[in-house]
């Protein structure tokens, strides 16, 4: 069983920053790819990064630039740094991992971008 669990949301004002931390229980995190996905109360879970076995990254368009992630396969833990944040950031905030044809989810953290 895969367990996940993301901490580091919290409040913080415009401009400012937050990072994010999934630790993935078993040895197998190094072998797959992570992401991490936000979404609002009655809409889509979007993507925001994703990062391969091999360190390969992708983001969201909107994120280009501000956010990064990053993996510590000796913790297996994998991050995301937020800079430059905006209110348009707003969000749950959640980490997952694909096996097989099994998705993994975290319980998700809040992260409210406000003045």
């Known amino acids: 069983q895969v367990r996940l669990v993301e901490s580091g949301g919290g409040l913080v004002q415009p401009g400012g920053s937050l990072r994010l931390s999934c630790a993935a229980s078993?040895?197998?995190?190094?072998?797959?790819?992570m992401g991490w996905y936000r979404q609002t109360p009655g809409k889509q879970r979007e993507l925001v990064a994703t990062i391969s076995n091999g360190g390969s990254t992708n983001y969201a368009d909107s994120v280009k630039g501000r956010f990064t992630i990053s993996r510590d396969n000796a913790k297996n833990t994998v991050y995301l740094q937020m800079n430059s944040l905006k209110p348009e950031d707003t969000d749950v905030y959640y980490c997952?991992?694909?096996?097989?044809?099994?998705?993994?989810w975290g319980q998700g953290t809040q992260v409210t971008v406000s003045s």
């Open positions: 997952n991992i694909v096996i097989g044809a099994t998705t993994y």
């Open positions: 078993g040895s197998i995190f190094r072998l797959y790819a």
